[in-house]
């Protein structure tokens, strides 16, 4: 029994673990906010020297070792070039990211929240960021998309790690960002005909992961469910994500950025 007891407390560290999956809005900095700071701005002025008005970010929310394969970032978002009222009430030009962000005491849940480059990446576990460049004319559908609020109707509250993108019963954070992107270019916020576009042409990533495990996981935490999956267990990503672009003709670069400088091209 002693044993048995052991086990449970193990899962259940684990899986709470697994149910927050680096897409919460708050959390403890690894890094000093001088770091932070620094790199939040390396990141807007690569974005910057792009002439990007729009883009898509990921952050790293977890260490590498608890990273499932094939999956880098755990959180996803769109960044859009606006206008940013300071405390002080001087307004000044920046980038403002537009997050779906898991409740960190109600995992199941998520809320719709702007931040700012320092603020997304104060929680991360590695000083580095994906950036997907969408085109032009993609990057102006976002920003008119946003503008006009209607991003918000497509946001499902009801929060899964794992959320199935091919239908509207979960959403997590890249989910919410596929869905922004496909209203964009498809000037719909009809979120039946957004998951009809994204079954014809979005290939989620699969989570290597056993159904198992990953059902044990729903026991412990909201945050895990596949009430919303049939057969193999895949996600959106940021991987996930930029291949569907590039395979389309949707973005003019992907690249991974590193605090030392380092700029990879995906």
Wanted: hydrophobic residues 40%.
């Amino acid at each position: 029994m002693r044993y048995l007891v052991i086990i449970i407390f193990n899962l259940t560290i684990l899986f709470s673990q697994s149910a927050n999956a680096g897409s919460q809005a708050t959390g403890e900095a690894l890094f000093s906010p001088e770091e932070v700071v620094d790199f939040a701005k390396q990141v807007e002025q690569y974005a910057a020297q792009q002439q990007a008005y729009a883009f898509i970010i990921g952050r790293q929310g977890r260490p590498d070792k608890d990273l499932p394969k094939g999956i880098t970032f755990t959180h996803v978002a769109v960044a859009v070039y606006s206008n940013i009222e300071l405390d002080n009430g001087e307004i000044v030009q920046g980038y403002a990211i537009h997050n779906l962000y898991q409740r960190a005491k109600d995992p199941g849940r998520s809320d719709i929240i702007v931040d700012y480059p320092v603020d997304f990446f104060w929680a991360a576990k590695a000083m580095k960021a994906g950036i997907i460049i969408p085109t032009p004319a993609i990057q102006k559908k976002l920003v008119d998309l946003i503008a006009s609020g209607q991003h918000k109707a497509l946001h499902n509250p009801h929060y899964s790690v794992v959320a199935n993108p091919h239908n509207r019963y979960r959403q997590n954070c890249t989910e919410f960002t596929l869905d922004v992107l496909q209203a964009a270019i498809y000037q719909t916020d009809d979120i039946d005909r957004i998951k009809q576009n994204s079954q014809a042409y979005f290939k989620p990533q699969p989570v290597n992961m056993s159904r198992f495990k990953l059902a044990l996981g729903g026991m412990f935490s909201d945050g895990v469910t596949l009430n919303d999956h049939k057969g193999k267990v895949a996600t959106a990503t940021f991987g996930s994500l930029q291949r569907y672009m590039k395979q389309y003709g949707l973005a003019e670069q992907a690249v991974i950025i590193q605090s030392n400088g380092t700029t990879t091209q995906l």
